[in-house]
C-alpha cells in the first residue's frame, strides 16, 4: 500500500468546514484513497472513498487532485461530535489480501 | 445485525499467562483482520485472513497466534503475555469483491479490547 503524510493535528471553530489534507503522491493506478475516523477510544469509521474522482456523502466530501497525489477530506459544518483523529489510507480495489496500514492520522479538534 | 463484536471488553493479565480474544461478524465478510493500538499511536496490523482457512502476518505478528475458525470467527491469541502487550486490540472485516466488480473494501470495526499486562 502506499505511503501517506498527514499533519499530525488541526483546530477548527464550530460551525466552519474542516479541510484534511493527505499527501499520497506513490499512490498506484489502481489504488482508492479511503478515510476513516476514530472517536476517543473507539474503533475507527469509515467516512468516504475515491478514485480519482469527487465523492461526497452524507458525512463528507472528497476531494482528489488530478494527478491523484493528494487528496482533502471536508467536513461541511464540523461539529464538536466530530473531534476525532482521521485517518487517510490508500489500498487497492482488487484486495484478495486485504491488508492495509493505518498510519497516525490528523487530530481534528472542534472549538465552540 | 451486531456488526463486529469482539470479547472481552477489558482484560487483565499477569506476565506469562495466556488468554485468547475473540471476534466474530455477522455481515458474510471473506476478510478479518486483527490491529493494536498503543496509546497515542495508529492502529499496527497484527495477523489477518482474506479468506476462510487463510491466515497471513502483518507488521507486528511476534508473540501472536490467530486461528480464523470459520467465515464468521478470527481469534487472537497470547500464549505468553508480556507487558509490552498491553494495548488496545481491534478486530475488523471486511468483504472483498472479485476484480469482476469494484471492490468497496471497507473495513468495519469492533469496539476494542482493552488489555493490561502486569
Known amino acids: 500500500d502506499a505511503k501517506t503524510t498527514q499533519p499530525t493535528s488541526m483546530d477548527c471553530a464550530e460551525g466552519r468546514a474542516a479541510n484534511l489534507p493527505c499527501n499520497h503522491s506513490t499512490i498506484s493506478g489502481n489504488e482508492y484513497v479511503y478515510w476513516y475516523r476514530q472517536i476517543h477510544s473507539q474503533g475507527p469509521q469509515y467516512i468516504i472513498h475515491g478514485l480519482k474522482n469527487n465523492e461526497t456523502n452524507e458525512m463528507a466530501s472528497l476531494i482528489i487532485t488530478e494527478d491523484r497525489k493528494s487528496s482533502t477530506l471536508i467536513l461541511p459544518h464540523a461539529t464538536l461530535r466530530d473531534t476525532a483523529v482521521y485517518y487517510c489510507i490508500v489500498r487497492p480495489f482488487n484486495t484478495n489480501a486485504g491488508k492495509s496500514t493505518f498510519g497516525d492520522g490528523t487530530t481534528l479538534t472542534v472549538k465552540p | 445485525n451486531a456488526g463486529v463484536t469482539q470479547t472481552p471488553k477489558f482484560q487483565v493479565l499477569k506476565t506469562g499467562q495466556s488468554m485468547t480474544l475473540q471476534c466474530a461478524q455477522d455481515?458474510?465478510?471473506?476478510?478479518m483482520y486483527w490491529y493494536r493500538q498503543d496509546p497515542g499511536m495508529g492502529l499496527r496490523l497484527i495477523y489477518y485472513s482474506a479468506s476462510e482457512g487463510t491466515t497471513d502476518k502483518g507488521e507486528v505478528p511476534n508473540g501472536y497466534n490467530v486461528s480464523r475458525l470459520n467465515k464468521r470467527e478470527f481469534s487472537l491469541r497470547l500464549e505468553s503475555a508480556a507487558p509490552s502487550q498491553t494495548s488496545v486490540y481491534f478486530c475488523a472485516s471486511s468483504e472483498n469483491l472479485g476484480q469482476a466488480t469494484l471492490a468497496k473494501n471497507i473495513q468495519y470495526f469492533g469496539a476494542g479490547t482493552r488489555l493490561s499486562v502486569l
Open positions: 455481515m458474510n465478510h471473506n476478510s
